[in-house]
């Protein structure tokens, strides 16, 4: 390794300056001693004669002493890597490949710089130059990269492998760094001693020598183990440790004494095996003596002053130690003993047990009484109150529990005694000023109190200086307390009161709206709610209105509106104004007396909403009970509304004749029974009857109650039918009939879905089929009489229906197809449903046969020939065609025209060809839109057609509405298309090309605004074209507003005509100054005076002249201010150029000057009539070793 210091001019001078001033003379800085130069042994004094022994030589003798030493930060090694150690071997070329490629990472990584040469043995020489910890980390690298690896194993006892690793691994850190090599040590969990170095052979060598030493340096240490009575070991180890610290301090020895809290009595010694005896011996000396010497008492002490005879980390325990020398032991906190022993010499235990009693008596505990809901108050904001008292007594600690109408305060008596006062005294004064109230609210409201994020807590909190409590929602507590000033409290309990007795009187309204409007009404990301809950301005804060809105795969249509029942009914009418823009929705006002209202509606609205469900869904709105209103309100489809509306009077008049109502109990299993299959049966009883009756629906708790109401004839009529038809439900009976069984099949499959549908559909009745596989024709039926009677005649009805099933074809060609089915099929399986028909769809044919095909041949004979030909009839259907429909034949028949129906149709509609691509949209966006929105398929014909028709294919009904949608569309393009040709009309200006950069402005500002004002394009000739006028300018827009913008242009024009250009002689030397920093100086000047002001480029012939552009008045104004400016400029400028005289040149200005260089007389040089000094500058004289080389370069020089 070699190190390599550069000596330049500067350092070579602070290396003089260690000189003292009798060995060396200094030129001076004027002429007269500058004549005299050096001597060549004053600049260079020689070295010292060798001493004859360096170590008694108490000074070397000679200038070099006084001489400070320089300090290489740049230092140079070499490393050599032998041809058999190289990693790299078959290159095409030095300096490329991968080789290449490590160098350059490696110094990047490190910093360091490389450069590599190549021996004639085909070894590798790198010289790396750097800092140090830079050329350590680069030779790391190098040995793992470009090196082949070695490894070799070292054994040394495990005990000693942690002195390997040293603390925190720093000295196996330093050992690779320094070996240039990975260290492997075994785990502890692993019982193996082998230690694993990778790297180098050299590297190898020197890690295990390394290894080596440590391992060998450890023999020479010892551990030994002592074993002493614990209650020995505070003597040993002296007060605070002072006494194991000495010894362990004088004999070099490790002691490891356990602490109290580990119970184990043996004592470790860690060093050199004389030392360590000395130590051993020592201890052994101090335990035996104490052993001998000592005696105990012991004394009781309460268990709550153990802690103060303890003190802080055990520091009172210490001092008694200390004073008296002898031991306390406690007895540890999860023991219920009072019991203190005292160990030591006899004469000192009383002066100790007088020091253990002064130390438990010298702290007290005392309590002051204080209401629990003050102490926070007491506590103050961030403890602030508390800080004051425990900063003045830091040794008193305040303790305050929940709950509880007290705090505790410990600490030494005086300090306790002052900061009760102080606690007591602020107490006193909170109890005065301070009061609190608790009230009782439903939890259910208390997030409305707090409001959203608090608002409207805080804000009351704010402005009464209250403390509001509001217990969490999992406590489920109505208490919310307020505590304060007591006029703050009143006022804020008032408010919070009145908060709350408004959200008792909120309520919640359901308003029905179609499922398909809820996206619409709640908007894009929710604006149209917003918009709703906005327009009541208050809402959100103290009542917190919401609407909530099923979830779309609910059937559910209700949208609730919850908050202040004026909002509410507000809100209501705002949807139901968006519903009724939506869809054709019917509302009418019948009138009512409004002292029916409530018997109308029943018992939490049965009684309305039987009949809002009978009719379809409709909503029928009741006016706020006490407003005296009769109007009721029923919305919803025109048919469905009508329908409400007569049942309603009806209901009203016989209520307002004489209402009677009684109340049935049947198994909810018989209700359908009794409804009968499309309300068939109730409906007989009713217009038999005239009694309305009402069944509970799924919401009802009791699911057996049936009200019939009316006039009591009528009810009483119902009431005996109904009681027939539920006693004969309660008659079980076991019937059975017989059914061919080809027909059972269709009864039991799909699980058995018929039998399912027979039994909810009359009383839950049951049917039993035989087992497939028996020939039995006998099906068994068990239920109430009248119900098996119904199941019989029904199943007779499907086996009548099976029997007369018929098939039948209906021909629709296979392209259709698809499009009848409908998404997932859903057209067919609505027509299977209302028809009660099976429908069966040909298998699809993939590829159709030509249409002529050529005469089969069949043995060599053409058809025809020895046999008959086969004629195929030309029109008849194809087989792919035909749709098989299935079921009783005028069923079939209506199946089939419902088919037909669905069969698209296709129309034409003409519209010009010139604006089909706006038609069509931006990549067909338009034409999706306008068959999505009339679910029609719309075919533009190819551009290169130029045909001005467009193919409408759909359903029949939807054909006129896309037809009509097309055609509004073609009116709006063209209307469009007019309104471009007026905004297409252009006009032009002639305006002198010079003054176009300022109608344009700075950055396009003026010319944008024109353009934007006016709403118009205008276009300025391109500079590069010569065959375009230069002083045109072309304006596109409405001609109105080409005209407008024009004018504008001619404004600015002729504005600009009346500008004069006067130049003004400015000295250059303050351009900078005027101008400013990135010319704002000089913007601003020209904003202030409307003026434009042009400074000289650099080379031209007058530096002085500045130009000055604009109205006479501003150009002569501004020339008035910047001439103003250059004379105050201008005498700084004097100034500064007269202080530049007595200044020292800068070392930029001095570098220009030429150096006569470092001049000494009497050199070596000069014997031989060579007066020249050496050139520091010259390679040859003074040749560079170690210099800093920019990493970029390569580090084998340039190719090639």
Same mark, same amino acid.
């Given at each position: 390794?070699?190190?390599?210091?550069?000596?330049?001019?500067?350092?070579?001078?602070?290396?003089?300056?260690?000189?003292?001033?009798?060995?060396?003379?200094?030129?001076?800085?004027?002429?007269?001693e500058? %004549?005299?130069?050096?001597?060549y042994?004053?600049?260079?004094?020689?070295?010292?004669?060798?001493?004859?022994?360096?170590e008694?030589?108490?000074?070397?003798?000679g200038?070099?002493?006084?001489?400070?030493?320089?300090?290489a930060?740049v230092?140079?090694?070499?490393?050599?890597?032998?041809?058999?150690?190289?990693?790299?071997?078959?290159m095409?070329?030095?300096?490329?490949?991968?080789?290449?490629?490590?160098?350059?990472?490696?110094?990047?990584?490190?910093?360091a710089?490389l450069?590599?040469?190549?021996?004639k043995?085909?070894?590798?020489?790198i010289?790396?130059?750097?800092k140090?910890?830079?050329?350590?980390?680069a030779?790391?690298?190098?040995?793992?990269?470009?090196?082949t690896?070695?490894?070799?194993?070292v054994?040394?006892?495990?005990e000693?492998?942690?002195?390997?690793?040293?603390?925190?691994?720093?000295?196996?850190?330093?050992?690779?760094?320094? !070996?240039?090599?990975?260290i492997q040590?075994?785990?502890?969990?692993?019982?193996?001693?082998?230690?694993? #170095?990778?790297?180098?052979?050299? &590297?190898?060598?020197?890690?295990?020598?390394e290894?080596?030493?440590?391992s060998?340096?450890?023999?020479k240490?010892?551990?030994?183990?002592?074993?002493?009575?614990?209650?020995?070991?505070?003597?040993?180890?002296?007060p605070?440790?002072?006494?194991?610290?000495?010894?362990?301090?004088?004999?070099?020895?490790?002691?490891n004494?356990?602490?109290?809290?580990?119970?184990?009595?043996?004592?470790?010694f860690?060093?050199?095996?004389?030392?360590?005896a000395q130590?051993?011996?020592?201890?052994?000396?101090?335990?035996e003596?104490?052993?001998?010497k000592?005696?105990?008492?012991?004394?009781?002490v309460?268990?709550?002053q153990?802690?103060?005879?303890?003190g802080?980390?055990?520091?009172?325990?210490?001092?008694?130690?200390?004073?008296?020398?002898?031991?306390?032991?406690?007895?540890?906190?999860?023991?219920?003993?009072?019991t203190?022993?005292?160990?030591?010499?006899?004469e000192?235990?009383?002066?100790?047990?007088?020091?253990?009693?002064?130390?438990?008596?010298?702290f007290?505990?005392?309590?002051?009484s204080?209401?629990?809901?003050?102490?926070?108050?007491?506590?103050?904001?961030?403890?602030?109150?508390l800080?004051?008292i425990?900063?003045?007594?830091p040794?008193?600690?305040?303790?305050?529990?929940?709950g509880e109408?007290?705090?505790?305060?410990?600490?030494?008596t005086?300090d306790?005694?002052?900061a009760q006062?102080?606690?007591?005294?602020?107490?006193?004064?909170?109890i005065?000023?301070m009061?609190?109230?608790?009230?009782?609210?439903?939890?259910?409201?208390?997030?409305?109190?707090?409001?959203?994020?608090?608002?409207?807590i805080?804000r009351?909190?704010?402005?009464?200086?209250?403390?509001v409590?509001?217990?969490?929602?999992?406590?489920?507590?109505?208490?919310?307390?307020?505590?304060?000033?007591?006029?703050?409290?009143?006022?804020?309990?008032?408010?919070?009161l009145?908060?709350?007795?408004?959200?008792e %009187?909120?309520?919640t309204k359901?308003?029905?709206?179609?499922?398909?409007?809820?996206r619409?009404?709640?908007?894009q990301?929710?604006?149209?709610?917003?918009e709703?809950?906005?327009?009541?301005?208050?809402?959100?804060?103290e009542?917190?209105?919401?609407?909530d809105?099923?979830?779309?795969n609910?059937?559910?249509?209700?949208?609730?509106i919850?908050?202040?029942?004026?909002?509410?009914?507000?809100?209501?009418?705002?949807?139901?104004?968006?519903?009724?823009?939506?869809?054709?929705?019917?509302?009418?006002e019948?009138?009512i007396?409004?002292?029916l209202?409530?018997?109308?509606i029943?018992?939490? &609205?049965?009684?309305?909403?039987?009949i809002?469900?009978?009719?379809?869904g409709?909503?029928?709105?009741?006016?706020?009970e006490?407003?005296?209103?009769?109007?009721?309100?029923i919305?919803?489809p025109a048919?469905?509304?009508?329908?409400?509306?007569?049942?309603?009077?009806?209901?009203?008049?016989?209520?307002?004749?004489?209402?009677? !109502?009684?109340?049935?109990?049947?198994?909810?299993?018989?209700?359908?029974?009794?409804?009968?299959?499309?309300?068939?049966?109730i409906?007989?009883?009713?217009?038999?009857?005239?009694a309305?009756i009402?069944?509970?629906?799924?919401?009802d708790?009791?699911?057996?109650?049936?009200?019939?109401?009316?006039?009591?004839?009528?009810?009483?009529?119902?009431?005996?039918?109904?009681?027939?038809?539920i006693?004969?439900?309660?008659?079980?009976?076991?019937?059975?009939m017989?059914?061919?069984?080809?027909?059972h099949r269709?009864?039991?499959?799909?699980?058995?879905?018929?039998?399912?549908e027979?039994?909810?559909?009359?009383? &839950?009745?049951?049917?039993?089929?035989p087992?497939?596989?028996?020939?039995?024709?006998?099906v068994t039926l068990?239920?109430?009489?009248d119900?098996?009677?119904?199941a019989?005649?029904?199943?007779?009805?499907?086996?009548?229906?099976?029997?007369?099933?018929?098939?039948?074809e209906?021909?629709?060609?296979?392209k259709?197809?698809?499009?009848?089915?409908?998404?997932?099929?859903?057209?067919?399986?609505?027509?299977?449903?209302?028809?009660?028909?099976q429908?069966?769809?040909?298998d699809?044919?993939?590829?159709?046969?030509?249409?002529?095909?050529?005469?089969?041949?069949? %043995?060599?004979?053409?058809?025809?020939?020895?046999?008959?030909?086969k004629?195929?009839?030309? !029109?008849s259907?194809?087989?792919?065609?035909?749709?098989?429909?299935s079921?009783?034949r005028?069923?079939?028949?209506?199946?089939?025209?419902?088919?037909?129906?669905?069969?698209?149709?296709?129309t034409?509609?003409?519209?010009?060809?010139?604006?089909?691509?706006?038609?069509?949209?931006q990549?067909g966006?338009?034409?999706?839109?306008?068959m999505?929105?009339?679910?029609?398929?719309?075919?533009v014909?190819?551009?290169?057609?130029?045909?001005?028709?467009?193919?409408?294919?759909?359903?029949?009904?939807?054909?006129?509405?896309?037809?009509?949608?097309?055609?509004?569309?073609?009116?709006?393009?063209?209307?469009?298309?007019?309104?471009?040709?007026?905004?297409?009309?252009?006009?032009?200006?002639?305006?002198d090309?010079k003054?176009h950069?300022?109608?344009?402005?700075?950055?396009?500002?003026?010319?944008t605004q024109?353009?934007t004002?006016?709403?118009?394009?205008i276009q300025?000739?391109?500079?590069?074209?010569?065959?375009?006028?230069?002083?045109?300018?072309? #304006?596109?827009?409405?001609?109105?507003?080409?005209?407008?913008?024009?004018?504008?242009?001619?404004?600015i024009?002729?504005?600009?005509?009346?500008?004069?250009?006067?130049d003004?002689?400015?000295d250059?030397?303050?351009?900078?100054?005027?101008i400013?920093?990135?010319?704002?100086?000089i913007r601003?000047?020209?904003?202030?005076?409307k003026?434009?002001?042009?400074?000289?480029?650099?080379?031209?012939?007058?530096?002085n002249?500045?130009?000055?552009?604009?109205?006479?008045?501003?150009v002569?104004e501004?020339?008035?201010?910047?001439l103003?400016?250059?004379?105050?400029?201008?005498?700084?400028?004097?100034d500064?150029e007269?202080?530049?005289?007595?200044?020292?040149?800068?070392?930029h200005?001095?570098?220009?000057?030429?150096?006569?260089?470092?001049?000494?007389?009497?050199?070596?040089?000069?014997?031989?009539?060579?007066?020249?000094?050496?050139?520091?500058?010259s390679?040859?004289?003074?040749?560079?070793?170690?210099?800093q080389?920019?990493?970029?370069?390569?580090?084998?020089?340039?190719?090639?």
């Amino acid at each position: 390794m070699s190190s390599v210091a550069v000596l330049t001019q500067e350092s070579f001078a602070e290396h003089r300056s260690g000189l003292t001033q009798q060995q060396v003379k200094v030129a001076a800085l004027n002429s007269e001693e500058e %004549n005299d130069p050096p001597t060549y042994k004053d600049a260079f004094p020689p070295l010292p004669e060798k001493a004859a022994c360096l170590e008694t030589a108490q000074e070397p003798a000679g200038a070099w002493s006084k001489i400070r030493p320089i300090k290489a930060s740049v230092i140079t090694q070499v490393f050599h890597v032998p041809l058999e150690e190289r990693k790299y071997k078959d290159m095409n070329q030095f300096g490329e490949g991968e080789q290449a490629k490590i160098c350059l990472d490696i110094m990047q990584k490190t910093g360091a710089h490389l450069e590599l040469s190549l021996a004639k043995d085909q070894g590798l020489s790198i010289m790396v130059s750097g800092k140090l910890e830079a050329v350590m980390k680069a030779r790391k690298e190098i040995v793992a990269r470009l090196q082949t690896q070695a490894s070799a194993t070292v054994a040394i006892p495990k005990e000693h492998h942690r002195f390997v690793i040293g603390k925190n691994g720093e000295k196996l850190q330093d050992l690779e760094l320094k !070996t240039a090599t990975k260290i492997q040590i075994p785990r502890p969990d692993d019982p193996s001693n082998q230690i694993k #170095i990778t790297g180098t052979k050299e &590297g190898i060598e020197k890690a295990r020598h390394e290894i080596l030493l440590i391992s060998a340096e450890q023999d020479k240490r010892a551990v030994e183990r002592l074993d002493v009575d614990k209650v020995y070991h505070p003597f040993i180890a002296g007060p605070f440790n002072k006494l194991v610290s000495e010894i362990m301090q004088e004999t070099g020895t490790r002691i490891n004494i356990p602490p109290p809290s580990v119970n184990k009595t043996e004592i470790v010694f860690t060093g050199e095996k004389e030392q360590l005896a000395q130590a051993v011996a020592r201890i052994k000396k101090i335990y035996e003596e104490k052993k001998k010497k000592t005696t105990t008492i012991a004394v009781e002490v309460k268990k709550s002053q153990h802690k103060y005879v303890i003190g802080p980390k055990g520091n009172s325990l210490q001092e008694i130690l200390e004073k008296t020398g002898v031991s306390v032991e406690i007895p540890p906190t999860d023991s219920s003993s009072e019991t203190v022993i005292l160990r030591g010499e006899p004469e000192k235990l009383g002066q100790a047990l007088t020091e253990v009693y002064a130390k438990a008596n010298s702290f007290t505990v005392s309590s002051v009484s204080a209401p629990s809901w003050l102490h926070r108050f007491i506590i103050g904001k961030k403890g602030q109150n508390l800080a004051k008292i425990t900063q003045q007594m830091p040794k008193v600690h305040i303790e305050f529990t929940e709950g509880e109408d007290k705090i505790t305060l410990e600490g030494p008596t005086e300090d306790v005694n002052v900061a009760q006062e102080q606690i007591e005294v602020m107490v006193k004064d909170l109890i005065n000023r301070m009061d609190y109230v608790e009230i009782n609210v439903d939890h259910k409201f208390h997030r409305h109190l707090i409001g959203k994020n608090g608002a409207n807590i805080n804000r009351i909190k704010d402005q009464y200086k209250v403390s509001v409590r509001i217990p969490p929602d999992n406590e489920k507590s109505n208490l919310i307390r307020i505590e304060g000033d007591p006029q703050g409290v009143h006022q804020a309990k008032k408010e919070l009161l009145e908060l709350a007795s408004r959200m008792e %009187n909120e309520r919640t309204k359901d308003l029905i709206i179609e499922q398909r409007f809820h996206r619409t009404i709640i908007g894009q990301k929710g604006e149209r709610i917003r918009e709703i809950r906005d327009k009541f301005p208050e809402i959100r804060e103290e009542s917190n209105t919401k609407i909530d809105l099923p979830a779309e795969n609910s059937n559910s249509e209700t949208i609730i509106i919850t908050g202040k029942r004026a909002n509410c009914e507000a809100a209501r009418h705002r949807i139901l104004s968006i519903q009724k823009e939506l869809a054709d929705i019917t509302e009418v006002e019948v009138s009512i007396p409004s002292k029916l209202h409530n018997s109308l509606i029943g018992a939490k &609205g049965r009684f309305i909403r039987s009949i809002m469900e009978e009719c379809g869904g409709v909503h029928i709105h009741f006016p706020t009970e006490g407003s005296g209103s009769d109007t009721v309100t029923i919305r919803g489809p025109a048919q469905d509304v009508e329908k409400a509306k007569k049942q309603l009077l009806h209901l009203a008049e016989e209520k307002q004749t004489k209402s009677y !109502t009684v109340d049935l109990r049947a198994k909810p299993e018989y209700h359908k029974f009794l409804i009968g299959k499309g309300g068939g049966n109730i409906r007989k009883v009713r217009d038999n009857t005239g009694a309305r009756i009402i069944f509970p629906t799924s919401e009802d708790k009791d699911q057996e109650l049936i009200t019939i109401m009316g006039t009591e004839g009528a009810v009483k009529e119902a009431q005996k039918e109904l009681e027939a038809l539920i006693k004969n439900l309660d008659n079980v009976v076991e019937d059975s009939m017989v059914v061919d069984p080809k027909h059972h099949r269709h009864f039991v499959i799909r699980r058995g879905q018929v039998l399912r549908e027979i039994a909810d559909e009359y009383g &839950g009745v049951m049917v039993s089929f035989p087992r497939s596989g028996t020939q039995s024709d006998k099906v068994t039926l068990k239920g109430a009489k009248d119900c098996v009677e119904a199941a019989k005649k029904r199943i007779l009805e499907i086996i009548e229906d099976l029997e007369a099933q018929v098939t039948i074809e209906c021909t629709i060609p296979q392209k259709f197809h698809r499009s009848i089915m409908g998404p997932k099929g859903s057209r067919i399986q609505q027509i299977t449903r209302d028809y009660g028909v099976q429908i069966k769809f040909p298998d699809r044919e993939e590829n159709p046969a030509p249409a002529t095909e050529p005469a089969m041949q069949e %043995n060599g004979e053409e058809n025809g020939e020895g046999k008959e030909a086969k004629e195929t009839d030309p !029109t008849s259907p194809k087989k792919c065609d035909i749709i098989i429909i299935s079921g009783r034949r005028e069923k079939c028949e209506a199946a089939k025209e419902a088919l037909q129906a669905l069969v698209p149709v296709t129309t034409e509609v003409e519209v010009p060809f010139d604006l089909h691509r706006y038609i069509i949209g931006q990549k067909g966006s338009g034409i999706r839109k306008m068959m999505d929105e009339f679910e029609v398929n719309i075919q533009v014909p190819a551009p290169e057609l130029r045909s001005d028709v467009i193919s409408i294919t759909g359903l029949a009904t939807n054909l006129d509405r896309a037809k009509a949608g097309l055609l509004e569309r073609v009116k709006e393009l063209q209307a469009e298309q007019e309104d471009r040709a007026l905004r297409s009309f252009k006009l032009t200006v002639t305006v002198d090309p010079k003054y176009h950069p300022k109608i344009i402005g700075r950055k396009g500002a003026v010319i944008t605004q024109i353009r934007t004002e006016h709403e118009v394009n205008i276009q300025f000739p391109d500079k590069d074209d010569e065959n375009q006028s230069q002083d045109q300018i072309t #304006i596109t827009g409405y001609e109105k507003n080409t005209e407008a913008a024009r004018d504008a242009i001619m404004k600015i024009v002729g504005e600009l005509e009346q500008m004069v250009s006067e130049d003004v002689m400015l000295d250059h030397r303050v351009h900078a100054r005027i101008i400013g920093a990135r010319g704002k100086a000089i913007r601003k000047i020209m904003d202030e005076f409307k003026v434009d002001i042009r400074f000289p480029q650099s080379g031209a012939s007058d530096p002085n002249c500045v130009t000055v552009t604009g109205l006479p008045d501003n150009v002569e104004e501004a020339i008035d201010h910047i001439l103003n400016l250059e004379e105050e400029y201008l005498a700084d400028v004097v100034d500064n150029e007269a202080m530049q005289v007595y200044m020292k040149p800068s070392a930029h200005e001095e570098s220009k000057a030429p150096s006569k260089g470092f001049v000494v007389r009497d050199a070596p040089w000069a014997a031989g009539n060579n007066e020249k000094a050496p050139d520091m500058s010259s390679s040859e004289d003074f040749p560079s070793f170690g210099a800093q080389v920019t990493p970029k370069t390569l580090p084998w020089g340039p190719k090639r």
